[in-house]
Each structure stands twice: as C-alpha cells, then as structure tokens.
C-alpha cells in the first residue's frame, strides 16, 4: 500500500470509509481491554508465588548478623538483602539503604527531603524563589508528577534513542543554577525502551552543574528486566562512573523489585555516595525505626541470590516477550509503509513508545478508549501532561492476556489509520 | 526504713557504703540487660508466627472485592484490612488510610505535607517564620525527634494523670497561632501509661485554635494494648467527639499493628475526617501506587475480624504483665518510704514511668550503664532531651526476660538509692 500522504482525497476518503465499517465492528464488540499501565499480568504474579512458602511458622527469622527480623531495628535493611539489591545494582551493599515497597515513594521522599532540609547542607529547595528540573520527554508520567506537586518547574529535554541529548542537559545544567536535578530512566526507557549509550552515561558523569546541590534522580527501574536472552542491553554503572570522574555524589539510583516479585509487595532501595547516605539517614533515622525486615528476609530466601533472581527474570520474559512481539508484528502488518506512525522496539523494560503524525495523539486515544481499549493518556509522557506534537503514546504491552492484546493492537493501528487520515484530509 | 531525708549525715553514709559493696557486686557480674526500648521480646514475637501459614504458594491472594493483592492498585489500602483496622481504631473504614509498616513514618509524612503543601489550603508551614508544637513531657522521645527535625519549637505542657493540663493547652491554643499541633498519646501513655480522662478528651474535641491548621497529632499506639482482662482503661473516641463538637477536621490519628504482629512488619492507618484524608489524597497518589497489600490481607487472614485481635492480645498480656509486676513489686520491695523516687502503675502499654529526686535521673541512668544496664537516657522524655527537673527514667520492661529484668530492676534501684544519697548529703 501507498503512504496515505501520497493519496489524493478521493483515495483516502475511500480507505478512511473502509476503516471506518471496520471500527464499528470494534466497537459492537464490548471490549474493556487495558493498555495503559506498566502492569505484570497474572502469569507473571504466579512465578512468584512459592516466594509465600519461604518463611512459614517453622521458620527462623533471624538473619546472618543474628537480627531477629520480627522486631524493631535495622534502620538501613538487612545485609543479606543490601548483598542481593546490590548485585541487581551492580553497586557495593556499603552504599544501599532499603526502604520499603516503592521506589517511587523513595524518589518522593528525596525531594521531600531536599524541600525541607536541602541537600548537604545546601539552602532547602523551599527557601528558593526558583527550582527546576530537567526532564527528558517523552518520560514517565509518575516522576513528572512528582515534581510537578512540590512546583518545581519542569524543563523538557529531547530524548534519542543515545538518550537525553546531553549538549543541551550540559549547556542548561552548567549554566541555571536553579536546575537541581534531571528524571532519568537509563535503561529500557519509559516509554522508549531506550538505554543509554556509553557515551550518555560518561558525559553524565562528568556534568559540572552549577548548582552544588544538583543531583541525578537515576531510575534504574528496568536494569534486570530484559526480554531476550541474546540481545540484552548494557549501561555503565552511573556510580562508579561519577567516582572516577571526581564526582561522587552526584547521582540518587533507585530502583526495586516490584516488577520481579509482587508489585506494591516488593522492596525498594536507593544507591549513593557514602556523603550522600549520610545525609539521607539524618532524616532516616527521624522518619522511620526501620522498614520491612521480614519482606527483605522472604525475598533473600526466594532468589538466595542474584543468580536466582536472574533466572526468574527469564520466566518473565517468556511470559511478555510474545506480547511485545505480538504487538510489534501487528503494528508491522497495519502501519508498515504507510508513513502515519513510528514505534520503537525495545529489548527490556515493560513499554514501546509510539509517535503518530503530529496533532494525532489525543484523538487515537480517545478512539480507542471509545471502542472499548484503555490506552496511556496522551499527553501523559511529557510534563504538564503536555506533548507539544500531540503524537506521543506509551503502549504498555504486559498486562492483558495475549488474545486481548492482539484485539487492542489491532484496534489501536485502526485507529491510528482513522485519524491520520482524517487530518490528511482535513490539510489537503 | 526511715525516709533518706530524715536520716543524719552519719546515717546516710553508712547506708551509701552498704549500697556500693552490692553495687559492686553487680558490676563484677559483667551485666548486659537493656530496659531502653519499648521492644516486644521474643516470646510475643512467637504469637504471630502462625501468620506466616496464611498466605502460601497455593492460596488465593484475592481480596474481597476482586483485587490481586499481589499487582499494583488500591492507592488507601484494601477494605477488609480497613474495617479490622477499623474496628481496632474504633473508626468507620471509611475514616482510614492504610500505610506501611510505619505510624512514625505516617507521623513524619504529615508533618512533612504540612511543611511543604500546608494543610487544607492554608500556608506551608516552611512558608512561616515560626511554627510551634505543644509537646506534653514527659513524652515519646520520637515525636520531639520529628519536630525538632523540622526545626518546629517545642513547648512543653504539663501532664497529669488525666493528660495534657488543658487548662494550658486551650490558653496557648486558643491565642498563638503559630502553634500548629500537639503531641498525643492518649492511652497507656509514654511515658507514664496514663490514660485521657473522659473530660480530657472532651475539651481536646472543643478546642478553639487560634491557627486554621491545627491539628491534634493523635497517637493511638497501645488502643488495645492492655495488661489485665478486669482493669482495663477506655478513652473517648476522638474523631465522635470532635464531630460532635462541631471540629471535624482538628485531628490525625495514627495506630498500627507494630507492637501486634511483628515491629517492623506489620499494617500502619491513619484515621480523620473526610476532608482531611482528600487533603492527604492529594499527596499520596503523587508519592505511592499503593502499600503493601499482600501484607494487609496477611494481617486479615490471621485475625479473621477484631476479636481474633483482642483474644491474641491477651496472650500479649499473659507474657508481659508479670513482668511490669516483677519491676513494680521490686521498686516497691526497695524503695517504698524513702521518699527519694515515684512511679506509675499502668493498666497497659509499654512503659513505666520513674521520677527521681530532681537532679539526679542523669546520674541514676549513668551508673546503671555502667554495670551494664539501659535504660532510656535521662531527658529522652521531654523536648530536646531537657528535662528541666533532671528527674524523669522511662523503665521500659517488656524486652529482657524476666529474671533478667529483676537483676535490671534491682540494680536500678540500687542506683536510684545511691544516687539520691549522694544527692542528699551534698545538700546537707
């Protein structure tokens, strides 16, 4: 088939008719399908389920230190679990604290923090006329909302698939002393499925921000979260990088185990300097006695180690792999050469970024939504919620079975179809 | 024996010499008890080891409502957790937002919201140039730790066996408007384990702040934390009351299961008003996707309702009740008379509450430590850690096992002899 835009009017308004009988098949059907979050599905929640059987009444809870996981103490986490987070990290389990369930509550937490008590020592961020952040767009929606609540401004980067276009990160953070810090996902990014390149990372590193209380909010929610075992993406640890470039406290790296074991029932932790840490446990050791030392003992009993942990990361990807491919094949099949959409096609993490004409977002979603399929808002990957191209959407493949995802994603590419001719026709 | 105070200087000195052969003695056992913390011991720890058995790999983690407990959602928390949090709290679940494992941690986060975000509309408190609390003393040294964290003055109130001395709290409340809240432990308190008399409460629901963002910080920690079947203390359920009164929205109230379950791993809520928990909503969706809900349904599954509660807390009582027996029959054993220290006798919680002559709690603590026993340091009662008087020890019995809390018990009275002799001779 011809690219629409080389149709004349007549052409399209013929092809647009037949699309259109089309969607109303779709929407006769009664669909309730749900693409829209980063959600495991059901299949991927059972490969977890013997992790319920690890601690049981006979059970000891007494860790290798001798703590006994029961009762209050801890404020940093368990060794044992610092040891498994941190060969997930690939960072020294010196320089972990655990938390609780959710990193996102910890990447909350830090900028609470830097809110009311500033960043070693520097002028709390509330005291300031102005704060900003650099967010690289399209990102994910949870981070932007994050700042956007404390009123930092928000300060849009272009992604590319190296990564944040870091000529301009460089020029903007060495330049605005009120840029306090920058929303990273370096690997398989939200929603791209980007990871960043080498040379991505050793610039990062080497950042000379103007302001000394700036800090990378690297959010490593993705590093073991691979779909394919032979193509798997690699970046270079942020922490070490920044320690041999003279900068060790430049980075805040989370991450969790939410996509591994139970989302909402997992344990997050955070990675930083020795400086950085100490920093953070002077609110620490205000905020909390300690968290979920049971929860860190269960999971260390599940995986024993990060070789376990590793292998069921292969279950998961048997799981969501045939979806990614299922949607990419369709997508393949219904846009190809058609020159109304481009998607990207990860190795990992749990999202394909799609990018229609530009003005086309919104309006696909809400097609969608009206024939019964849930898509991402549009809009949602950028700050403020809004795309300036209105063309961006995150397609989160995981969570329907993979018979109702091929529907969604057949519906989706009808859709994309529709309104990319409607505005054809609509400027000729 | 006669009173230390009546005695001459020669009588005195001759009882001092006796005290510190024994003392002696004890410092030759090489001791290391600790009475500090408010720890369940490992026997209670035992009670809940069954709720291990709940959720295993071939049980169903659905909730009542349809929810996979295991997968992302549920933003406040799932139902049947809420009306056996509920039902302990004796709140409508309606009223509550479950958290973590953490009331602390609920206690920091909403004193942090109200600093950066301020509380129902009204200015951040990081936006004031001064923001005071009423802090009754003694109190929890982890409430003043909070506050004094946020750089929040402290001031303290007297407390009566009644609670906070209201005549106090309504003056300044009603006319500093920079007094944003007040530290509660309405029942079995700590450090003392009084309980609010019902007129306490009665005039805490009336209050008439000068500030419009006042709140009551209500911790509920010991609810249903009893020591005996037939003396049990009841409050008046505060958010009633403030209804009531025409303050709905004046009061946060905090509990959890920590001292319950297991410390560290068990269910935190917070119950207010309707207005209050949409103010906190608006917080909450920005910094979580949800608590740990296989944790929630894990707690419900064991108690079945709030009876199972009640009935496992009378095993709680069976295990710790003799030893605040132990401790009070040995204070009364070695000090009744003297007239150099007093003490309370709680129907519940977790504390004991000693008050030496003035000025010698410090030393009494000191000498304690150095023959190998803990106690909380002197002054961790009151705001940062001064206790004007230099008298108050919070005796925390429930951690060590029974014959080792009589050799702590003891030796603090010894010390507690000592101290107050060498005291009363200096003065003479």
Redesign the interface.
């Given at each position: 088939m011809k690219q629409y835009s080389e149709m004349d009017k007549k052409e399209m308004k013929k092809e647009l008719e037949a699309l259109r009988l089309e969607y109303d098949k779709y929407q006769n059907m009664g669909l309730n399908l749900d693409m829209s979050?980063g959600?495991?599905c059901?299949e991927q929640?059972d490969l977890?389920?013997?992790m319920?059987?690890t601690?049981?009444?006979?059970?000891d809870l007494t860790c290798e230190d001798g703590t006994?996981?029961?009762?209050?103490?801890?404020l940093t986490g368990i060794r044992e679990c610092k040891v498994l987070m941190g060969d997930m990290m690939e960072n020294n389990p010196d320089n972990i604290i655990l938390y609780?369930?959710?990193s996102?509550?910890v990447m909350?937490d830090s900028i609470?923090r830097a809110?009311?008590?500033g960043i070693m020592g520097h002028t709390?961020w509330?005291?300031l006329d102005h704060v900003k952040f650099l967010c690289p767009a399209p990102g994910y929606d949870?981070h932007f909302?994050?700042t956007?609540?404390?009123g930092i401004e928000m300060i849009p980067v272009k992604m590319t698939p190296e990564g944040p276009d870091m000529d301009e990160v460089e020029k903007l953070v060495s330049t605005d002393e009120a840029i306090k810090g920058i929303w990273c996902v370096p690997k398989y990014s939200n929603p791209q499925g980007y990871s960043y390149s080498d040379a991505t990372v050793r610039r990062f590193a080497r950042l000379k921000p103007a302001a000394k209380d700036f800090r990378i909010f690297w959010d490593n929610a993705y590093c073991i979260h691979h779909l394919y075992d032979d193509n798997q993406d690699h970046i270079i640890e942020i922490l070490a990088e920044c320690k041999k470039a003279g900068n060790p406290d430049l980075v805040y790296k989370f991450a969790s185990t939410?996509k591994i074991t139970?989302?909402?029932?997992g344990i997050a932790a955070l990675a930083s300097s020795l400086n950085n840490l100490e920093d953070i446990k002077t609110?620490l050791?205000?905020?909390?006695?300690?968290?979920?030392?049971?929860?860190q003992l269960r999971h260390v009993r599940f995986f024993k180690d990060i070789h376990g942990m590793v292998e069921h990361m292969r279950k998961h990807a048997d799981v969501i792999r045939p979806k990614f491919e299922a949607v990419e094949e369709i997508f393949k099949k219904n846009l190809s050469g058609l020159g109304i959409g481009e998607w990207t096609k990860p190795n990992g993490g749990y999202f394909i970024s799609f990018d229609t004409l530009p003005g086309c977002a919104k309006e696909v979603v809400a097609r969608a939504k009206k024939a019964g399929v849930t898509m991402t808002g549009a809009g949602a990957t950028w700050p403020y919620g809004k795309d300036p191209q209105d063309s961006n959407i995150r397609v989160a493949p995981t969570y329907p079975s993979l018979a109702d995802l091929k529907v969604a994603a057949e519906l989706f590419t009808l859709c994309v179809r529709i309104v990319s001719l409607e505005k054809l026709i609509e400027g000729k």
């Open positions: 979050r959600k495991p059901k929640l977890s389920m013997e319920m059987d601690l049981y009444s006979g059970a006994d996981c029961r009762n209050y103490g801890g609780g369930n959710s996102l509550n909350y609470s809110m009311t008590h709390p509330c005291k949870r909302k994050i956007e609540y404390f939410s139970f989302p909402g029932s609110q050791k205000n905020q909390t006695i300690g968290h979920d030392k049971v929860n």
